[in-house]
């Protein structure tokens, strides 16, 4: 099958596809919090591997941030193939994103907040675990509700022409809202990542306990 038959496949059930590919992305990062087989087919890691990984997501995290808000201005100003270039730089890194999170979860473990600090100008204030709490639930609730519409326009931005695009989807729309979404758990996940690596103490916890939380920030 030639790659134009498969673009036009794709392109006639982009909403088929997206939905599709948002149950494989729900599958996978749900299958390691709650499938122990599912952890069993990632190694076991060391605790400086899953902090290496933590940093390495959070470095992809902060370099997608960037690609995210140039495609954002390009397209503001009519720039479309710069647009397309870096949305879809974006959406690549999200694949390494993704090939860094699953295996450090599943092999791994991961951190706990805790409001003490090494350093003395840190603020302990009371409301500063509340706040995290807040960031950190705001961007767990905008990664999981950005997927499919990621997705869509993604999958809408790789088979139409910048015409279709413009006057026969919502692309234009959907890309909105999806950027949006993105950058702003992005964002928070490198705010997060931060407070509980850097500013912060923590505690760790180990993958077998892991199928019990919530997930937590990319990066943590």
């Known amino acids: 099958m ?6 036009d496949r794709v392109k006639e059930r982009a909403g088929a596809v997206t939905v599709l590919l948002t149950i494989v ?3 996978a990062v749900g299958g390691v919090f709650l ?3 599912f952890q069993a087919l990632f190694p076991e890691l060391t605790r ?4 290496l990984f933590a940093h390495a997501i ?5 370099v997608t941030i960037g690609t995210l808000s140039l495609g954002w201005y390009w397209i503001r100003n009519g720039e479309v193939k710069k647009h397309a270039a870096a949305m879809t730089t974006s959406f690549a890194l999200i694949l390494v994103f993704l090939s860094l999170y699953l295996p450090k979860v599943a092999g791994g473990g991961t951190r706990e907040f805790v409001l003490e600090s090494a350093y003395a100008w840190v603020p302990l204030w009371d ?4 706040a995290y709490l807040i960031m950190l639930a705001i961007h767990i609730i905008l990664s999981v509700v950005a997927v499919p519409v990621v997705l869509y326009a993604v999958v809408l931005g790789l088979t139409h022409s910048p015409a279709e695009l413009r006057n026969e989807t919502p692309h234009r729309r959907v890309g909105r809202i999806a950027a949006s979404a993105w950058l702003l758990s992005l964002v928070l996940g490198v705010v997060t990542y931060l407070m ?7 505690t760790f916890a180990a993958a077998e306990a892991a199928t019990a939380l919530v997930p937590v920030v990319p990066g943590t």
């Open 196 to 202: 509980l690596n850097h500013a912060y103490d923590s």
């Open 48 to 51: 400086s591997t899953v902090d």
């Open 127 to 130: 409301w500063i675990y509340p």
């Open 2 to 7: 030639s790659t134009a038959s498969v673009r």
């Open 58 to 62: 959070a470095a992809v995290n902060t």
């Open 35 to 37: 499938v122990p087989q």
């Open 25 to 27: 992305g729900y599958g």
